[in-house]
């Protein structure tokens, strides 16, 4: 057989390859709100972790810790970009905090999770 006929196949291999290599990492963090070891002023009921492939935001989860105790479990929004976890949360009190995230792949049942360490300050 001449190369143009397994032309297609190699690149069909290579990519299946490929793809199934990216399912096995880890999801990465690219962004998030607030940013690790933040110190936060302003008062903010915002939170985000964007990652750098889409997740399963059904089966993904954020929630904040305090002294290792859950203060709130957060409700991610389904409507956000396929590669955020986006929640609203109630103002919080001064003290250190830990963004807690939780995150399904949409490959399949790939887990990963990880914790963003932030503080918010007493305003003046």
Request: proline share 8%; glycine share 4%; charged share 20%.
């Amino acid at each position: 057989m001449e190369f143009s006929t397994w032309r297609p196949v190699l690149i069909g291999l290579f990519a299946m390859a490929f793809s199934a290599s990216a399912a096995a990492q880890d999801v990465q963090v690219m962004d998030s709100a607030p940013k690790a070891e933040a110190v936060i002023g302003e008062p903010s009921s915002s939170f985000f972790v964007r990652f750098d492939r889409p997740i399963d935001h059904i089966h993904s989860r954020l929630s904040i810790w305090r002294d290792g105790k859950l203060v709130e479990y957060l409700q991610p929004r389904l409507q956000s970009s396929p590669e955020v976890l986006f929640a609203r949360a109630p103002t919080l009190a001064p003290g250190q905090y830990m963004l807690r995230w939780t995150v399904h792949t949409m490959e399949g049942a790939k887990v990963t999770e990880g914790d963003i360490p932030f503080t918010i300050k007493t305003q003046p």
